[in-house]
């Protein structure tokens, strides 16, 4: 008889053994239905002798009841999911959904009715069928899906299938994609491109498991060198997966691409339609989606036969997931790689610490492009200092970033000016009283948001419209909107120079891809001066004509007393001063502070990179900080405070000591009351070789809590929150 375990997708199980009935096969990573009581539960055949069981007698296990149409997700990404689960201390079974992230793919090909417009013109027009009519233009999907798209009840559409509006189209819903041509439009790689490129195309032809950081200032060419490594990868037949930090960045990667590949690559993020998820999901398994772009929950898709894999901007903190399992993708991606015995590409023009500490210590490669490609110079840094040169009470921008914004408008050129803060203002009070806007749910001010005429929580969603009296004193229109938020410097903008023509770029502007494609376009078209934007703009974006990059405020992110707040401003600032001058004109860029001579800001302006990391380095190393030390955070948090205190309280009481390794707290969170949750952490600091995961598990394990408690672990934190 074959007896299986199963990881079982109910978080109260452990594993589960179950008999194969005789003539089924079901194999390591077998997706299967499975009997439990009553019910049938999806499961995921594991290896043999690798998860703990009981020995449950042998007549008495049930069968398999149906081993589900998808190939078994292969031994490499098995090994990701036992990985994840030991280093983060998840739930194998939590980690494990990740890889199964498309219910419907699980189910089996076959065809799907898809419908879309006929043309036709309706015999009686309402209200609703013109909206439909003109939002459906160029859809196809389901109709679930197209009564979203066009806002409007799916009643409504099954009456234009009925007049012959809509018509159903049977389409097979595993259909491969257009497979890239490697030799579709090979550029001409300058010649550090091409040492660059060498390597890592040698590592993809090998097969073998090779750590590169892709190290090249901004403008050159990081795409166009791993795009060789990504030809290598389709030549040999085998797939790739290129990760990026944000859905906004797809859009213009997508062109990109397709420019050099004849062909776009398959896409996955968390806005694909169950449809699109589907498809690329059973693609990626039977190896017809050959170049997959996506979001970090990407790494878990069970490819056939991987060949490479690109972590782009791979400094980006987007990388790590702070709920569910709290990974890290640009670790697990080289562990992937690891396990796939596939090189991995790390590209950024502002290195993690980390990374760069794994290239100083020789285990990535490191390949550098000093220079910008085509002989475009980097841009030349000012900073502007504000205790000197104020701008106006209630303004924002200082006179000489005016003048140089001016100066840009004349001559028809582009700027860019970055705050990282969305919306009108950071917070509002009432003039007659002082009373504060605060979120009901957490420890955090709301935003006010004028585009959308909104009070928004920016940490769990919490919206009001702004009251038109003070919700204290009653006192009518008496906001007052304190500091400044993005649309507010939009505003300052437009007050200054009429004519210009100013797009604000968030994450609020900026949702969909679409709403990204339409921005790269108008930019492109020169149909906006002035873009105003957060981190979102830091990034990626390749303007011609924008020569003038304006800092609004470089000191933003250095309180806080974060462990990378210095590293991240750097990052910041160097990438967004990167969008400067990447065509044939020079570029500007001018950095507002009031602390000129911090270290982070005079490594900026002279351009000394690797003296402030060196600097920086040093102070994580005296301070045992990673990467030369291990960190981890447990995070505890109910709806009830008391609750919360005491579980801490429990949790600090029952520390381990072990020589090498400091635990601090329990202590109140920054942010102690989250999404109507109060939180209480504790840090734990030890030494690089400390044995951290074990240590936490043989820590909490015994300890016993009220349902309403959680206690979160997350490993390698990059938020002190
Ligand atoms: P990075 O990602 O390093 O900031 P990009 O990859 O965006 O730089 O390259 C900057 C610009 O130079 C882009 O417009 C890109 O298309 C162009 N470019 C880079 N390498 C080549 C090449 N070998 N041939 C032609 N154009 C190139
Ligand atoms: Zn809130």
């Given at each position: 008889m074959t007896r299986v375990r199963c990881i079982v997708f109910n978080a109260a199980l452990g594993a589960l053994d179950y008999r194969v009935p005789t003539g089924m096969d079901a194999p390591p990573g077998s997706v299967v239905v499975l009997p439990l009581g009553p019910r049938q539960i999806l499961g995921l055949v594991w290896d043999e002798g690798e998860l703990p069981g009981d020995d449950y007698p042998e007549h008495k296990l049930r069968a398999v009841l149906e081993v589900l149409p998808v190939p078994p997700l292969p031994a490499p990404l098995r090994r990701l999911i036992s990985w994840c689960a030991d280093y983060y201390l998840a739930p194998l079974s939590a980690v494990a959904r990740m890889a199964l992230s498309s219910s419907a793919a699980l189910k089996g090909g076959g065809t799907v009715t898809e419908y879309r417009l006929t043309g036709e013109e309706p015999a009686r027009m309402t209200p609703q069928r013109l909206q439909a009519l003109d939002l459906l233009q160029g859809e196809q999907a389901t109709m679930?899906?197209?009564?979203?798209?066009?806002?409007?009840?799916?009643?409504?559409?099954?009456?234009m299938l009925g007049q012959g509006l809509l018509e159903p189209v049977l389409v097979d819903s595993d259909r491969p994609y257009p497979a890239p041509d490697p030799q579709f439009a090979a550029p001409d790689l300058a010649e550090q491109q091409a040492a660059a490129a060498a390597d890592m195309v040698a590592a993809v032809k090998a097969h073998r498991f090779q750590p590169f950081l892709l190290d090249g200032v901004t403008g050159s060419g990081k795409t166009e060198t791993y795009?060789?490594?990504?030809?290598?990868?389709?030549?040999?037949?085998?797939?790739?997966?290129?990760?990026?930090p944000e859905i906004a960045l797809t859009a213009a990667f997508l062109s990109r691409f397709e420019k050099r590949f004849g062909t776009q690559p398959v896409t996955w993020h968390s806005s694909l339609k169950a449809s699109e998820r589907r498809r690329a999901w059973r693609q990626v398994a039977f190896g017809g989606a050959?170049?997959?772009?996506?979001?970090?929950?990407?790494?878990?898709?069970?490819?056939?036969?991987?060949?490479?894999?690109v972590v782009d901007e791979a400094h980006e903190i987007a990388f790590k997931q702070d709920d569910g399992v709290r990974y890290n993708a640009r670790d697990v991606a080289v562990m992937r790689g690891h396990f796939e015995a596939v090189p991995v590409v790390l590209a950024s023009a502002t290195p993690a610490l980390e990374s760069l500490q794994m290239a100083e210590a020789g285990r990535y490669t490191r390949l550098v492009l000093p220079s910008r490609f085509g002989g475009a110079l980097l841009p030349k840094i000012a900073v502007v200092n504000l205790t000197e040169m104020q701008p106006p009470r209630g303004r924002w921008l200082a006179p000489p970033l005016v003048e140089a914004l001016a100066d840009r408008l004349d001559k028809g050129e582009q700027s860019l000016l970055f705050l990282n803060r969305r919306g009108y203002a950071p917070l509002t009070l009432c003039r007659h009283c002082g009373f504060r806007f605060k979120c009901p749910n957490c420890s955090a001010w709301l935003v006010e948001h004028r585009l959308s005429q909104r009070l928004a929580c920016h940490h769990c969603g919490h919206e009001v419209p702004p009251p038109p009296v003070c919700p204290e004193c009653g006192e009518p229109d008496c906001l007052v909107a304190c500091g400044p938020g993005v649309e507010r410097i939009a505003d300052e903008v437009g007050e200054l120079m009429p004519g210009a023509r100013v797009a604000v770029v968030t994450s609020d502007t900026l949702a969909s891809p679409a709403a990204a494609a339409e921005f790269v376009a108008q930019a492109e078209a020169k149909a906006i001066d002035v873009i105003v934007g957060t981190q979102l703009v830091t990034k990626g974006f390749h303007f011609p004509e924008l020569?003038?990059?304006?800092?609004?405020?470089?000191?933003?992110?250095?309180?806080g007393g974060d462990l990378r707040a210095a590293e991240r401003t750097y990052q910041q600032i160097a990438q967004v001063a990167g969008r400067a001058g990447r065509g044939a004109k020079p570029g500007e860029v001018l950095i507002q502070t009031r602390h000129p001579k911090a270290a982070v800001i005079a490594a900026l302006a002279s351009g000394d990179r690797d003296a402030f990391y060196a600097a920086e380095t040093e102070a994580r190393r005296e301070a045992g900080a990673p990467p030369f030390g291990r960190w981890a955070a447990i995070i505890v948090s109910s709806e009830?405070?008391?609750?919360a205190r005491d579980a801490a309280r429990a949790i600090g009481g029952a520390q381990p000591r072990e020589p090498g390794v400091l635990i601090l707290g329990p202590a109140p969170a920054p942010l102690s009351l989250l999404r109507g949750r109060h939180r209480y952490r504790l840090l734990i600091a030890a030494r690089r070789t400390a044995e951290v995961q074990k240590l936490i598990k043989g820590w909490l394990a015994p300890l016993r809590f009220p349902p309403g408690v959680r206690v979160a672990v997350d490993i390698d934190p990059y938020s002190f929150v």
């Open positions: 679930r899906e197209l009564a979203e798209i066009a806002g409007v009840s799916e009643a409504v559409l099954r009456g795009f060789e490594a990504v030809a290598a990868a389709l030549e040999a037949g085998r797939q790739v997966l290129v990760l990026l050959r170049v997959v772009v996506g979001a970090r929950s990407a790494l878990f898709l069970p490819f056939a036969d991987l060949g490479l894999i020569t003038l990059v304006g800092v609004v405020d470089a000191d933003m992110g250095l309180d009830d405070e008391a609750e």
